[in-house]
């Protein structure tokens, strides 16, 4: 663990920190700035009046002036305490809101994020990491809002407290004292209490904290191989049937091994916790025995005894809280340091500015031009030298065994990743010079891992809030989910799962992939895609959507993705890949007739499913 950053280092975070947090929280800050304030000022409003009161009894005795103050006291007390609850209630109401902003904001930035940072297991460890430390110990911004007032409240502490106090160092000049009283009644004596507050600042800071740093260390181990386990854990039949739940415990054992250092830990507390005690006990009987040895030969009167006694605890309480927040900044900059990582994540791809024209005659062609591709962090080509043409009105197919490039071929259609070498372009121009979400407006994809959310039926397919009620239905009876739908109580708006409604229906797998290509249709693109969502599927049945989606997309440029031939035999451009390039194009008849052909090669390992019904 990185604890070394220089104070430099440390301030720069805290101010980068603060800015971020300001920019967030602005309401709830105020409001808790506002309420410290009047709550600070209260006991230091009652000790200084206490002080007068004390005054006025032990000397004057006038009882006229004596009940005016005691009448302020209690009013200006009152008073006080009033304002303060008012605010309080207010800041309470911004203070509950700061966890759902602070989740707000990382999933903004995340939502912006460019695709392949969403793809890589290190940002995605990066981030859980970043909400394990955050759902531990508020580590993060939440502990910036947080301490913000408890740093407004010391300094205003300190700034009062010294304020009220300086006349405690008073040296009585005409008189003369032996022994002790003397070096009471001495400069030194004043270098001696400046010497024991700055030790005080200097314990604080070094007992401040050890543990809740072990602890929110502790939570961001776990964030990483629960990341890793939750996805185990998924596939729940397969630990069943395998019964590999032995294997995945000991894993995860391994992975999280005992953890000694919470126990370690312990001692640590106890015996940091307990120098503190006996510090803070020795640092106020000493300024306790200085403040009554100067009251004693007269520097002040009983009134002002009471009054500097509050006024250095509270000075002593106030400077160790500042070290204990500092203590915990420099802890809290090792998540910060995570959430700038979070938030600076590069975004290289390039934008353009160029507008996507919008044709009514949808008259797009685009073309591959030399594309080879690499994932990030990987090494083998995951497509190799592909050129190809995409007209208006293509039914365009692409086969090829399982990892042969055809998804990823489709990823970098849709702009999710961006060649590692050649171009694409749309209508002769390089689609990076189109304007991003404009370009991504021209495709439809239904993925073969598509995700159905627990919003209405109407929402999954419209994929907004405010939708066409008209073209929602209409597009449903288009994938022929029109009498199911009908049949339904609440119609489109009927929930889909039961994770937020108890009158949510659960539909089949079927039904689900017919949801997820009305949602294709709604965003009526000019270019559709369908990426094996009938994967699980028989080839049969995956042959019969294709041909039906076939007739429901009129004029648009369809592909079809498949590692089943058989699926897209209709299709008058079917592209062949193996690994990662394009082998053969053609008509089925075509390629078929090529004997050498990879087609030919896959046609007939797969004839035995389908040759009943579709050879
Ligand atoms: P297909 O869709 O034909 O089954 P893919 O396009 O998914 O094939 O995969 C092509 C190649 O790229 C495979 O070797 C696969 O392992 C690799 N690949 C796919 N996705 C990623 C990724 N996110 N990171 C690294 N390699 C990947």
New binding site residues.
Partial sequence: MKNKRTFKENIKMLIRGYRLVFKIYRRSIFWSIFTNIVGTLSPYFSLYMSALVIDELAYSRDAKRLLLLAGISVIGHFLLNLAKRIIQGRANVYGSDTWRRDMYFYMETQNKMQYDHL?NPDVVILREKIYAAKNATGAGMQVLLWEISQVFRSLINIILSVSLTVSMFKIVENREYEGFFAFINSPYSILVVIALIFLNTIVSIKTTNAQSQKIRKAYEDLAESNSLFGFLLNFGEDITIFNMRKQIMSEYNKKLRRPSYVFKDRAYSIKYGSIRMIWDFVMTAILFIFVAAKAYIGVFGIGNFVLYRGTVAKFITAVSDLADIWGLFVQNNETMERVFEFLDLPDDMYHGTLSVEKRDDIDYEIEFRDVSFK?PR?D?W?LRHVNMKIKIGDRMAIV?M????????IKLLCRLYDPTEGKILLNGIDITRYKYDEYMKIFSVVFQDYKLFSFSIAENVAAELNYDREKVISCLERVGLGKRIHELERGIETPLHRDYENDGIDISGGEAQKVAIARALYKDAPFIILDEPTAALDPIAEAEIYSQFNEIVENKTAIYIS?RLSSCRFCNNIVV?DH?TIVQQGGHEELIADEKGKYHELWHAQAQYYTEKNA
């Fill in positions: 793809e994932y990987s083998v995951a090829g399982n990892g042969s490039g055809k998804t990823t071929f590692h890949f990662g």
